[in-house]
């Protein structure tokens, strides 16, 4: 096997970077047989994002080797890059995006910035029928975009990717964020990629979980699984053709998919 361990985390775009959120969950497996386990903040408490950021600094920067599946978007579609025209960078959208949603400063809501309390949301906006090419894969998947629904995944995205690029920028050499820096993980580092968990969650038994804890549940185990199996390797390497894949080493890809 490839890692030492396996994170799913079930993020969660609600109130405010230092809030507790009762839906924001991470379990974590070991390889063999053992059961994932849920992480909770320090006293037992529910994570903040600060927190959550924080604590992945410090797991992904020791010795040991991790899979990490975040559920939330890591970059946006290429109509986004184009009507804002933008290079077509991870590193640079990361930066670009940071200094127009200022989601990670505390007392911000992504509703504040959208609504222009805060930050300069409307310079940097997309529509709602905006999809990345790996959202076009996946039956029910919603654009980045598409706010005030069901399943969304639009507020956890935007509340997400400044602390994404806060662990990217802490880690250096120690993390890699697939694809962006690459399609095969680099040796020696913790991979962090974008999951879909409704792709495993009925594989698994619920076993009183409510649906935040199984989904993170469902990351972790599925992860486990794919580096014991062999799928691993498939589902780092996607059927795209050249054109698909420079399209996804910007918009990203969500691991398993294909």
Not at 93 to 101: K, Q, V
Request: aromatic share 12%; net charge neutral; proline share 5%.
């Amino acid at each position: 096997m490839r890692f030492d361990g396996y994170i799913g985390v079930d993020y969660s775009g609600a109130a405010t970077a230092n809030a507790r959120l009762a839906a924001l969950r991470v379990y974590r497996a070991r390889p063999g047989d053992g059961e994932p386990e849920e992480v909770r903040a320090p006293g037992g408490r529910n994570w903040t994002r600060q927190e959550l950021a924080a604590w992945l600094t410090e797991t992904l920067g020791g010795e040991e080797r991790w899979l990490v599946g975040v559920d939330h978007g890591f970059s946006f579609p290429r109509a986004y890059f184009e009507a804002h025209g933008l290079a077509g960078d991870w590193p640079g959208f990361l930066e670009d995006f940071c200094a127009h949603w200022p989601t990670d400063a505390l007392g911000v809501t992504v509703r504040d910035v959208r609504q222009g309390v805060a930050g300069a949301a409307s310079r940097r906006g997309g529509r709602a029928d905006w999809l990345r090419l790996t959202e076009r894969w996946v039956p029910g998947a919603k654009s980045v975009f598409l706010f005030d629904v069901n399943g969304q995944v639009a507020t956890s995205t935007h509340s997400g990717l400044p602390w994404l690029a806060r662990l990217r920028r802490a880690l250096g050499a120690r993390g890699f964020f697939w694809p962006f820096d690459g399609w095969e993980p680099a040796a020696g580092a913790s991979l962090v990629a974008e999951v879909y968990p409704s792709l495993w969650m009925r594989r698994y038994a619920t076993a009183g979980r409510d649906g935040d804890q199984h989904a993170a549940y469902a990351v972790a185990a599925a992860l486990r699984r794919a580096d014991g199996d062999g799928s691993l390797a498939r589902w780092l390497a996607p059927p795209l053709t050249p054109a698909e894949r420079a399209q996804a080493a910007v918009e990203g890809w969500i691991l398993g998919v294909g």
